[in-house]
């Protein structure tokens, strides 16, 4: 089964900051490779698949980027709306696996 | 506007069943791959089973394979989590959600939209 680790485990960042969140795979996944945020009380929504496509509806603000065992999600100025639990997911071997989350919290 | 609206959840002792039901609406159901993850207490995001849109092609994790069985009644725009011999750790909210589709892509890997959850607590 391959492994998700995402860092940092928490970033505190202020509104109009740029955040960079990184997800590291035990082994190749390819383009296998999703973004998701959760909000508390709200149901997860994707955000970016295949590393670098934005879902219906994202703003442009948010990016992906990275290849094989390194990825990264980028914010590029964060809205108040952005604070939030973001994981990444990633798909082989006929099953998924996310990683543990990174929290994106207010300084 | 799609929907996804999970029930079914409660509390149950351990060793107990339960049966989850995610009743979809505005799409056409029998064209969609369906999943169902959970959520435990302070803990991440865990994938548990995926169901084909015929319903002929399922996949578990294996942290549940031997105990859940995953179904869905097309007619009915219903998919079902059966949970047999629940522990403790089995104790979360329970999201379905559809596999995503848009114009660019066409039918994906990835979930999307989920639906709000439902709780189950497994204790004694």
């Known amino acids: 089964e391959i492994v998700l680790t995402q860092f940092p485990a928490t970033l505190s960042l202020s509104p109009g900051e740029r955040a960079t969140l990184s997800c590291r795979a035990s082994q190749s996944v390819g383009t296998y490779l999703a973004w998701y945020q959760h909000k508390p009380g709200l149901p997860p929504r994707l955000l970016i698949y295949?590393?670098?496509n934005r879902a219906t509806g994202i703003p442009a603000r948010f990016s992906g980027s990275g290849s094989g065992t390194d990825f990264t999600l980028s914010i590029s100025s964060l809205e108040p709306e952005d604070f939030a639990v973001y994981y990444c997911q990633q798909r082989s071997n006929l099953l998924w696996t996310f990683g543990q989350g990174t929290k994106v919290e207010i300084k | 506007e799609v929907q996804l609206v999970e029930s079914g959840g409660g509390l149950v002792q351990p060793g107990g069943s339960l049966r989850l039901s995610c009743a979809a609406s505005g799409f056409t159901f029998s064209d969609f791959n369906m999943k169902w993850v959970r959520q435990a207490p302070g803990k991440g995001l865990e994938w548990i089973s995926h169901?084909?849109?015929?319903?002929?092609?399922?996949y578990y994790a294996d942290s549940v394979k031997g105990r859940f069985t995953i179904s869905r009644d097309n007619a009915k725009n219903t998919v079902y989590l059966q949970m047999n011999s629940l522990r403790a750790e089995d104790t979360a909210v329970y999201h379905c959600?559809?596999?995503?589709?848009?114009?660019?892509?066409?039918?994906?890997?990835?979930?999307?939209?989920w639906g709000q959850g439902t709780l189950v607590i497994v204790s004694s």
């Open positions: 295949g590393v670098s």
């Open positions: 169901i084909s849109n015929s319903g002929k092609t399922i």
């Open positions: 959600a559809r596999q995503y589709y848009d114009s660019w892509v066409g039918f994906s890997n990835w979930f999307d939209p």
